[in-house]
């Protein structure tokens, strides 16, 4: 059943690089591969020579390298599927995928919630015996199989998590950036050194109660643990967790938890306790760590946050316009000559490259030349329904200060902005501080000034979006 996956998992890559399924013979070499035979097997199978089993095989190990952005080959293919984790529920009809160790298996989906939290962590040994970590990643995005590169930002969080040991990193930028993105796809490189990697969404924004008992119980490995009543004693024993195993804990989509309408960075109400868990997590002594993807960081980290500091803000931006311009190639788009504008007009950012190379192709057949000789841009539904959901979380000085950057042409200094309208200048600094860490506004020094212009897209959205209720 597993072979079979994996099966799946490469025939889908070589469809869609070669537009043609695994042939008996390229099937015949993985299934070798898989058990651990020699070539010399297949080729006597097969009527063949052995070198001829191994050109056709150097060719399949070629494919799925450029797929997975990683040099796969006879003596790491096993491996490294199992890293993948070959994960594609839809496929599966009423079969739902759990992991076991690093692989999914198909169970049946008629579980109790319960028992289905306990097969989702299972701990195993691979091939090497290395130990590997109960997982609990029902909550994390799959794994796509094209992931576009991102290497030096993968090789500075490794670092930061196994060098020097960070306890709390909070990934921040706008929507469709990549933060689910990247974070799962440095599990599989990390996940050697820890115990219990556990992955949970605020999404529906649960008390921080919730989570608490949710985190002990996983490293616990019991399902209904009687927990103190007092927060704070919750957050003391799931402290004790974290120093008798290691733990990486990703908590995904922290905005959740985060205010709106005021300046940024401060926690709902009824959301507070939040912050005491994040300050205990990174001020005292323990090996695990916390990664907190959020559009922007919750302010108290902020002030623990230190570059030579176990508390660290990684702050993620756009794709490479290298990388950006693969991204494009692969999507099919014509005019190379116009991409780079396209890249800069939306910041690299893959999700949002990803809707308008869509909308290019339907409406321009692949051109982004066309498309982009069409002024003002079109922002499709999709794009203007996320910045909104941005715009709408601003407080009411942050989109005033947005609306009138946006309305000249040209960046601003601080100064320009204090003679021109109503802001004292504490109010000024503490709005430009927000904006730019929700990463809505870029900041360019000329002649020795720092000057601020509101970022493309969402000058652009807040252009139409004065155009339809004027400025506040
Ligand atoms: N490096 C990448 N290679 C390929 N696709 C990517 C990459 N980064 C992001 N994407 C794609 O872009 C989309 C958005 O990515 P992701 O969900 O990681 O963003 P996010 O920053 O977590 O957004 P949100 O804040 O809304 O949760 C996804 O469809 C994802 O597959
Ligand atoms: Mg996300």
Redesign the pocket.
Known sequence: MIFNEVLKFVDDIVFDRTGKHLDSLQKAILRATWQGEKYSKVAQEYHCTKCHVGNVASNLWQLISKELNEKIHKSNFRAAMERYQVSNVSNYGNFNLVQKGNINLCTDNTHSPETKQTSTTTQTTNENNTRLPKLDLRDA?DIKKTFYDRSTELTTLKTWILKHRCRLITISGI?GIG???IIRHLIPKIESNFDHIIWR?LRTSPPVNVTLKNLIEIISNETEINLPNKTDAQISLLMEKLQGNRCLIVL??VQQILSSRQLIGNYKLGYENYGNLFKIIGELPHNSCFIL?SWEPPLDILSLTDNDSAVRLFQLTGLTEKVARGMLKNRELLDEEKWQELINFYQGNPQWLKLIGETIKKLFGGSVAQYLSYQPLFLSDELTNILQQHFQRLSELEKQLLCQLSEGAKSVSVSQLLEKYQFSSPELFQTLLSLERQGLIDKITEENMILFIVKPVFRHYIKNYISHHGNT
């Open positions: 995005p929507s933060k689910s993105t969404t995904d989509d993807n």
